[in-house]
Nanobody, 127 residues
């Protein structure tokens, strides 16, 4: 299993970034996928997830209206478009497969890393 995030960087408040996650090693089209972030010194926080078919989107309240999750199943790619970024969005962003056996609400409240997580891409929002 391999999940490789890219697209992070340093951006000013109000700016935008688009994160990508390239997936291999499992049938991407068959699984719900998510983005999870970890701010410096803080725990893992669920950001968003998307159903296997690209429907059934969900967002944390803190990013709703600013972030958009999407996927291209024919290319095994997951995306997170982040607009109107704020300093509090600064974090390491992980692409993660939602465990198929997981209760979705449990995963969203307390995501736990496993073999189906990437190494993360750093997003820093600062002037």
């Amino acid at each position: 299993e391999q999940l490789v995030e890219s697209g992070g960087g340093l951006v000013q408040p109000g700016g935008s970034l688009r994160l990508s996650c390239a997936v291999s090693g499992f049938p991407f089209h068959g699984y719900r996928m998510s983005w999870v972030r970890q701010a410096p010194g803080k725990g893992l926080v669920w950001v968003s997830d998307i159903g296997a078919g690209g429907d059934l989107l969900a967002y944390a309240e803190s990013v709703k209206g600013r972030f958009t999750i999407s996927r291209e199943n024919d290319k095994n790619l997951l995306y997170l478009q982040m607009n109107n970024l704020k300093p509090e969005d600064t974090a390491l962003y992980y692409c993660a497969r939602v465990p198929p056996s997981s209760v979705l609400d449990t995963f969203r409240k307390a995501p736990r890393s496993d073999n189906y997580w990437g190494q993360g891409t750093q997003v820093t929002v600062s002037s």
